[in-house]
């Protein structure tokens, strides 16, 4: 006697689209110093028209003003730039080209990355599912910590289960400063580096006691490269402008 088998049932689930990650960007500006020495009506217009264009791409895009005036040489503000669609972001910079200021700006650096999900937070998960989300969101702290971070291609070649191994004691360091926000994103294949790391933080010296204590970290030996560091402070792009001459 035969056995009947039950048919084969098919799911009527729809699959799911997957979610569509960010571009994140890091421009950093200098402000060349014959800017200063402009009629004030001249340098007025200039202002507000770079005003103009940075709220114009808020809608396109995320776009964050950070002053790193004095706290790195050579560079007076940072641009947070966060969207899904790459041509806004060409399109600001050709529109900043474009402008009176735009003749004084240089661009010492610019750091494009993507957000992915993380290999190592099953089961650790910062604010926010920091490490699984692919939208950044970014708070109101203000400071901001970046670096580009590029780790040694042993790192890579090491089996999943000691790289997992490695990194829960560098998470758990995390966890002990909670109120310390990171932001990691993906720059391969993008960029010069493998990742971009950006920590919203309320204050400096909890970031600082949080990177040294990772510098103590088995994971700290695959480190090639986490320079430059820039620390730059959330304000408005007016006050910027209004602080470069």
């Known amino acids: 006697m035969t056995t009947a088998t039950a048919p084969e049932t098919r799911s009527e689930s729809k699959p799911q689209t997957p979610l569509q990650r960010q571009f994140v960007n ?11 020495s402009l009629p004030a009506d001249e340098k007025a217009n200039a202002k507000r028209e770079l ?3 940075v709220r114009r791409y808020q809608g396109p895009m995320i776009v964050l003003p950070y002053s790193t005036l004095g706290l790195k040489a050579g560079i007076d503000f940072m641009l947070w730039r966060i969207g899904f669609d790459i041509d806004p972001f060409q399109k600001m910079i050709a529109d900043i080209n474009r402008s009176i200021l ?4 240089e661009i010492p650096q610019s750091l494009l ?9 099953d089961e650790h998960v910062h604010e926010g599912q920091e490490g699984r989300r692919l939208r950044i969101v970014p708070g109101k702290k203000p400071f901001l910590f970046v670096y580009p971070f590029v780790k040694t291609r042993d790192w890579y070649l090491l089996p999943m289960s000691e790289r997992q191994r490695i990194m829960a004691e560098h998470i758990a ?4 400063y909670p109120r ?29 006691d949080l990177v040294q204590e990772l510098r103590e970290t088995e994971s700290s030996k695959f480190t090639v490269r986490d320079t430059p560091m820039y620390t730059c402070r959330r304000t408005s792009i ?3 402008l209004d ?3």
């Open 26 to 36: 890091f421009m950093f500006f200098s402000v060349d110093r014959a800017f200063r």
């Open 238 to 240: 007016e006050e910027i």
């Open 173 to 176: 360091i995390g966890h002990k």
């Open 51 to 53: 005003a103009e264009i």
């Open 180 to 208: 310390v926000k990171i932001n990691t994103t993906y720059s391969f294949g993008l960029d010069d580096q493998d990742f971009v790391v950006a920590f919203e933080s309320d204050t400096a010296d909890e970031f600082l």
């Open 113 to 121: 990355a993507m957000t992915k999900h993380s290999q190592y937070v």
């Open 102 to 105: 735009g003749r004084y700006l």
């Open 243 to 245: 602080s470069i001459g």
